[in-house]
């Protein structure tokens, strides 16, 4: 996929979402750090029903540790992983009000020292949290980056950096919300909907699917 091709392909997505933003409810940043970490291997809407009763409930790191493991492995116990899960919130909770006096950190460094927190959580934290044109790539980002050809690589890191090389300035800060719903909703693992993508034309996909038949 050639620089023009690219560009035209997120003024499309630009033109059909003027502004993304996560499926995870949060309202703080520590909140969406929180629902970052509780999400992997766990879908949004799991960890948003998780939450949703977590968070009237602690929603700071001092309330979190206030709440307990115990009582935070209850409100999350549906979402996967939750015993690890629940052990790096509590621990993550320490180092926020110990370290950084309640709040959450606004560089990678810091952000990656936290138990649970990696590349991706950061990325997502940055930049959704705080606005900095990071690249989380999810397996969504993955798939769409090598699929149609924007950004392709044999891992994560390799399709993060081509992807804040190429992709035009402009958009860098929504770019990884447009990707993951892309990814999510029309340019799925099994069975794309070539037929019902805006990114059609663009798209270097060889076996692109056809619109179903109706019934």
Known sequence: ???????????????????????????????LLIAVLLSAQATDVGVNKATRKLYPVANTPQAML???????????????????KAKNVIATCQILVEKHG?????DRESLE?????????ANVVLNTAFGQPTMA??????RVSNRTGLAPG????IVEQKLLKFVPKEFLHDAHHWLILHGRYTCKARKPE??????LDLCDYRSKTPAPASA
């Open 1 to 31: 996929m050639n620089a023009a091709k690219r560009y035209e392909m997120f003024v499309r997505f630009r033109a059909a979402n003027p502004k993304p933003v996560t499926e995870l409810e949060y309202t703080t940043p520590f909140e």
């Open 66 to 84: 206030d709440l307990g493991l115990d009582e935070l492995t209850e409100y999350i116990r549906t979402i996967g992983l939750y015993k690890t």
């Open 102 to 106: 309640g709040v959450v950190p606004e």
């Open 113 to 121: 020292e936290l138990p649970g927190v990696g590349r991706k959580t």
């Open 137 to 142: 790539v999810d397996t969504h980002i993955f």
């Open 154 to 157: 044999k891992n994560v890191d």
């Open 194 to 199: 070539c037929w019902n993508c805006i990114q």
